[in-house]
């Protein structure tokens, strides 16, 4: 877990760099507005993906440090959490993108705990699913790639179960 001080300090970097990304809406879509937006991002992602080093899965996710996406509209409203009480949790709005805000986040960032923990574990969930297919999407393309060369391969015979399973152990070792 990341101490405090260490959050605070890192989020106000993030919103300098958003702010950067988002004066540049009159050169959207170019080089450098791209730049100034992949950066913002890096550095949201770096900021959560610190903020649940260390944890095992039975630990909460909802520690200070993790972004929070919430859908709004036709987009979504970005916090990242400050602080997590018993019942609330503090969090800090990232005006990215349309600069949605969510109505489940009062005025001075308060929100109910449960409600975001939630949140939190729909939004790990999905990306672990995602992450599961493009393993899956690895597997088989590696699996293709044995069974059609299978015959230029220093192998006997493979056919596409074994091909699957030298796939898979492949995919392992990544």
């Excluded at 877990?1 to 959207?28: D, P, Y």
């Excluded at 550095?43 to 095992?56: F, I, P, Y």
């Excluded at 929100?111 to 939190?120: F, G, L, P, Q, Y």
């Excluded at 672990?128 to 790639?145: C, H, M, P, T, Y």
């Amino acid at each position: 877990m990341i101490e405090t001080r260490l959050v605070k300090q890192r989020i106000e970097e993030i919103l300098a760099l958003c702010q950067t990304a988002m004066s540049m809406v009159g050169k959207f879509g170019s080089v450098e507005h791209r730049a100034a937006e992949d950066k913002f991002l890096e550095a949201l992602s770096a900021l959560d993906k610190e903020a649940v080093e260390g944890l095992s899965r039975k630990d909460s996710r909802c520690v200070p440090g993790r972004t929070v996406k919430l859908g709004v509209n036709d987009g979504y409203a970005y916090y990242i959490l400050l602080r997590v009480n018993s019942k609330t949790v503090k969090l800090v709005h990232v005006p990215f993108a349309d600069a949605y805000k969510s109505h489940i986040v009062a005025a001075d960032g308060e929100a109910d705990r449960m409600v975001i923990e939630d949140s939190i574990e729909w939004q790990d969930t999905v990306i672990q699913a995602f992450e599961k297919s493009s393993r899956e999407k690895l597997i088989d393309g590696v699996a293709d790639a044995l069974a059609a060369n299978a015959a230029q391969l220093p192998v006997v015979e493979m056919d596409a179960e074994t091909a699957e399973a030298v796939a898979r152990e492949f995919a392992n070792n990544l």
